[in-house]
């Protein structure tokens, strides 16, 4: 079964940088999409960024040119680079990973534990 672990979260000052690390394993299908979702206390589960396995990315507004998603196919690994880090960015963040069994036509949607982003003012 695939397992999504999290790492790199943290307290940092308001301006400063913080890099998350996904590592996917177990898979046993084919991993499609991976992404960052982030969730503030009190307000709903929201997109960061995704990253194809072909590697188009896509941003939510709020975090463009402050953050960059990238991935290592060969590592199963999906990073989040987060620059002038502020405030508002606190959240836990949550990697996510789309496996595909084509043989089912089933697309499954797999998170991480996630991990704590805190930014102080």
């Known amino acids: 079964q695939l397992q999504l672990v999290e790492s790199g979260g943290g307290l940092v000052q308001a301006g400063g940088s913080l890099r998350l690390s996904c590592v996917a394993s177990?898979?046993?299908?084919?991993?499609?999409?991976m992404g960052w979702h982030r969730q503030a206390p009190g307000k709903p589960r929201e997109l960061v960024a995704t990253?194809?396995?072909?590697?188009?990315?896509n941003y939510a507004d709020s975090v463009k040119g402050r953050f960059t998603i990238a991935r290592d196919n060969a590592r199963n690994t999906v990073y989040l680079q987060m620059n002038s880090l502020k405030p508002g960015d606190t959240a836990v963040y949550y990697c996510?990973?789309?496996?595909?069994?084509?043989?089912?036509?089933?697309?499954?949607?797999?998170w991480g534990q996630g991990t704590q982003v805190t930014v102080s003012s």
């Open positions: 996510s990973a789309d496996e595909a069994d084509f043989t089912a036509g089933v697309l499954y949607k797999i």
């Open positions: 990253i194809t396995n072909g590697g188009t990315t």
């Open positions: 177990g898979s046993r299908f084919s991993i499609r999409a």
